[in-house]
Antibody
């Protein structure tokens, strides 16, 4: 059974940092692109970043470029999102997701809430 | 790149069919066959229902179907069931490295 379990969310002050982790199991992690998608409270979905199987290619939405870094450790079946210089507008539930086909994700974690507030 | 446009809400009675539209542009929906649809129940993670315009992942009922014409994609649910009540989001590949995919604003489906 495919499982994605996020951790690392919490309350952080504006300008602060957080590192999200996603533990993957039930599939060959190194075979898949992986994505982070977020959802602000009561709002819609927003793609944040994705990373190629080996980690050689990484892409980000403009609003987080230069502040967030996506990475992966295939030996540990883990995906990460380092978030720096956090802003109030980054407040959201962050989902770890497995890319199934081009720009489609077939498995999602339960999400981890990041709240940026003073 | 703007978000895709979906109706805020749709409704239907059990057994009926409904269609949710998703309008983009010639840069996303109109250009690529990579349109997906997701179902999200309150407090839950999204679930992939349709990918590449009309393909259903394993386990998704055949009541769910997708199509596309020009810059508009559509999700049709036939034989509505109570458990179909949820939010539905469309998504399209954009071909841009700074916005891999764009989502619609979501549609709340109410089963009357």
């Amino acid at each position: 059974e495919v499982q994605l379990v996020e951790s690392g969310g919490g309350l952080v002050q504006p300008g602060g940092s957080l590192r999200l982790s996603c533990a993957a199991s039930g599939f060959t992690f190194s075979n898949y692109w992986m994505s982070w998608v977020r959802q602000a409270p009561g709002k819609g979905l927003e793609w944040v970043a994705n990373i190629k199987q080996g980690g050689s290619e990484k892409y980000y939405v403009d609003s987080v470029k230069g502040r967030f870094t996506i990475s992966r450790d295939n030996a540990k079946n883990s995906l990460y999102l380092q978030m720096n210089s956090l802003r109030a507008e980054d407040t959201a539930v962050y989902y770890c997701a497995r890319d199934h086909a081009v720009a489609a994700t077939d498995y999602w974690g339960q999400g981890t809430l990041v709240t940026v507030s003073s | 790149q703007s978000a895709l446009t979906q109706p805020a809400s749709v409704s239907g009675s059990p057994g009926q069919s409904i269609t949710i539209s998703c309008t983009g542009s010639s840069s996303d929906v109109g250009r690529y066959k990579y349109v997906s649809w997701y179902q999200q129940h309150p407090g839950k993670a999204p679930k992939l229902m349709i990918y590449e315009v009309s393909n259903r992942p394993s386990g998704v009922p055949i009541r769910f179907s997708g199509s596309k014409s020009g810059n508009t994609a559509s999700l049709t649910i036939s034989g509505l069931q109570a458990e179909d009540e949820a939010d539905y989001y469309c998504s399209s590949y954009t071909g841009s490295t700074t916005l891999d995919r764009v989502f619609g604003g979501g549609t709340k489906l109410t089963v009357l």
